[in-house]
């Protein structure tokens, strides 16, 4: 793994850091895919909305362009993980506004491919609703911590979270699409949940597959009358999904189709 | 400013410390009188409490009390905060069962005593309703940094959060006591919020003052009707409420005895 803080070769943090002190940041997980970063305009969105909707002073532009594309030469494929916090603060939860934030960027070797179709499962911890924080991938991370800790068997790849009222909102890692005839549907991030720049690629790509796209609440039953259901992310894409265990039986949607087609329009791309 | 990480001087930690990439982990913030920890048992109690929730291996706890009193008695007042994280991990947010928690201790000058009774507003930053998470002091504090940046008067110490019911729930960094004749209440803490070690202080002492103590939910009408009003953190102790600002008028309970005498049972503890 190489890592940089704020540009520069190092692997420690000023303890005093809000990133670390309250979860007081964000960060894009990125894929590395021909020694560049796949959807990298997505994701410097997502970060750049996110630092404004925190008050957060974003990084320049320009130069983080050059640092990402930097780190991304150094490997074909892989993962590039960029954790941007408020940066090093006082005593006390009140930015003082004059704070400057904080960059980690790290480059990993890409993670084994999950075997697909996938094999998922429902989780007990729930995602709590707050739309001021909804839609970002804060720091703010325990939900998914305490989610992904109740499963160790490997060959479940990922656990699907609901929230308060039983809507299911996303994986732990991912989010979700569930396809019924030409209707592509995916939950809401209004209230809670990540909204993926994979997830961003997915409805904006479904036209040209003859797809409706749509963002509303699922339920249990949305699921279970699919004909389609896959989950996506920014490192692995699009990927189907064969099985969802529920209360010791199994959801298993007939078709993989729609995942397969994005996953050709993903690489051509 | 004095820091000590895993019982050593220094101060900077490891980039991969899961505080740091999902705000896994927990902190104290204790007051310092007299060179010694006020409310260390309680402090500890809350301490191990949230490790064992969050599935952290706690650190050993006569090393942490020898480590904590060492530390307190370097000021005859203060302010001494514990952060206990996860500890370093790899990629991804499932624990892998073998992290070393990461100790982050540092003393602090005792901040000035706010101007008392103290003015109070309402945020408009909700608190997000997740059982798993309720009472704990988790690094994950984004909702109480959004809250406490909506204000930068001086004069107004704390703004009550609500959460998505207008279940007024607690203050950005204190908890919230309403007196109605010999009544004491609080909000409860089950769905969100912290559950504050002066807070439990006040609830154990109550009976002592004649008052019946009372864990509920809070709504505005209830502080309307209050006799008293007061709020309690374990660096301050109790602090009675002049006003609680609310659309362009104000709140005003009559009386402060309670938090005095609660103050006076404190200072003699």
Redesign the interface.
């Known amino acids: 793994m190489s ?1 940089w ?1 704020n540009g520069r070769v190092g ?14 940041g964000l ?1 894009e997980t990125m894929r590395v895919h021909r020694r560049a970063v796949r959807l990298l305009d997505y994701h410097l969105h997502r970060l750049f909305d996110g630092c404004g909707r ?2 957060i002073a974003a990084p320049a532009e320009r130069p983080l362009r050059r640092e990402l594309a930097r780190a991304a030469s150094l490997r074909p494929e892989g ?1 590039l ?1 960029l ?1 941007v ?1 408020r940066g090093v603060g006082g ?5 003082s506004g004059d704070e400057r934030a904080t960059r ?1 960027l ?1 480059l ?1 070797p890409l ?1 084994p491919t999950p075997a697909q179709p996938l094999q998922l499962r429902f989780c007990a ?9 909804a839609g970002m991938k ?12 109740e499963w ?1 068997d490997p060959r479940v790849f990922e656990g699907l979270m609901l929230d ?1 009222e039983e809507n299911i909102v996303c994986g ?2 991912s989010n979700l699409f569930i396809r019924q005839g030409a209707c592509l549907v995916t939950p809401l991030v209004d209230r ?1 949940g990540v909204a993926g720049v994979m997830r961003r690629w997915i409805l904006e790509t479904a036209a040209g597959l003859g797809l409706r796209a749509i963002e509303r609440r699922v339920r249990l039953r949305n699921l279970a009358d699919a004909d389609e259901v896959f989950m996506s992310n920014a490192v692995h894409g699009p990927m189907p999904v064969a099985a969802i265990k529920h209360k010791g039986t199994a959801i298993r949607p007939a078709s993989v189709e729609t995942a397969m087609m994005l996953r050709t329009r993903l690489d051509r791309s």
């Open positions: 890592v803080i692997k420690r943090i000023d303890h005093r850091d809000r990133g670390l002190q309250y979860g007081d960060f925190l008050g993962v993980k954790i916090t005593r006390g939860y009140r930015p980690i790290t990993h993670p911890t729930r995602l709590g609703a707050n739309g001021r924080l804060t720091l703010n991370r325990l939900e998914s911590v305490l989610a992904r800790a160790s308060a732990t890692m809670c």
